[in-house]
């Protein structure tokens, strides 16, 4: 894996992301999105809230068991929730558009439409007390998918607002019910 090419994904998309959009529209396929972002920046989110667990209680048995299968649930929460929130994504184009999209296309839509969730999922995991920041910097999320729906899904100016802020809401609020939903089934298990 190149994380030199990962981090500069990232930072194109939230530093530039009409840029960034344009050169996913020439060149993004949602095999490389998945196998040289998403999956990546996934594990890395579940690897930061690892070492913050194992950091901030210890280097006990129990606390390296609980950070390994919080790390997972993590991780897996993710990548439930892009995969939910593509198919909710792409329900909602094909209603709100009435146009047939590619399903990759969505998907990749949504899976670097993430990019402001997994970044922070990534910091909220070694730094857990900065949640008042996180609550906030997650609506740059509405710039991101703003820009997106213009280039890759060519959606039209007087529409873009109301398919934003409808996508923003999913792409924020999937990542955070899957993750509660992991984690009482998690309870439930053990």
């Given at each position: 894996?190149?994380?030199?090419k ?5 930072q ?8 960034a959009?344009?050169q996913v529209l020439h ?5 490389e999105m ?5 999956y ?7 690897t ?6 194992v ?5 006990g048995?129990?606390?390296f068991?609980?950070?390994t299968i919080?790390?997972?649930?993590c ?6 929730a892009y995969?939910?929130?593509a198919?909710a ?10 146009k047939?999209?590619?399903?990759e ?8 439409s ?5 970044c ?16 906030i ?8 998918v703003?820009?997106?729906a ?14 934003t802020?409808v996508?923003?809401?999913i792409?924020?609020?999937m990542?955070f ?8 089934l998690?309870?439930?298990?053990s």
């Amino acid at each position: 894996m190149d994380y030199k090419k990962l981090f500069a994904t990232v930072q194109e998309l939230i530093a530039h992301p009409a840029k960034a959009w344009l050169q996913v529209l020439h060149k993004g396929t949602k095999r490389e999105m998945l196998g040289e972002f998403l999956y990546p920046l996934a594990i890395l989110c579940g690897t930061a809230l690892f070492l913050g667990r194992v950091f901030n209680n210890g280097l006990g048995w129990d606390s390296f068991y609980t950070s390994t299968i919080s790390a997972a649930l993590c991780t897996f929460s993710l990548l439930i929730a892009y995969k939910i929130s593509a198919y909710a994504i792409a329900f909602f184009t094909k209603k709100y558009t009435s146009k047939d999209f590619r399903r990759e296309t969505i998907e990749v839509f949504t899976g670097y439409s993430m990019v402001v969730v997994l970044c922070l999922n990534l910091c909220l995991g070694l730094f857990p007390e900065f949640r008042i920041l996180a609550f906030i910097a997650q609506f740059y999320t509405l710039k991101i998918v703003w820009d997106g729906a213009a280039v890759l899904i060519k959606i039209n100016e007087e529409r873009r607002l109301i398919y934003t802020m409808v996508v923003s809401l999913i792409l924020i609020v999937m990542p955070f019910v899957v993750n509660k939903i992991m984690g009482a089934l998690s309870l439930l298990i053990s």
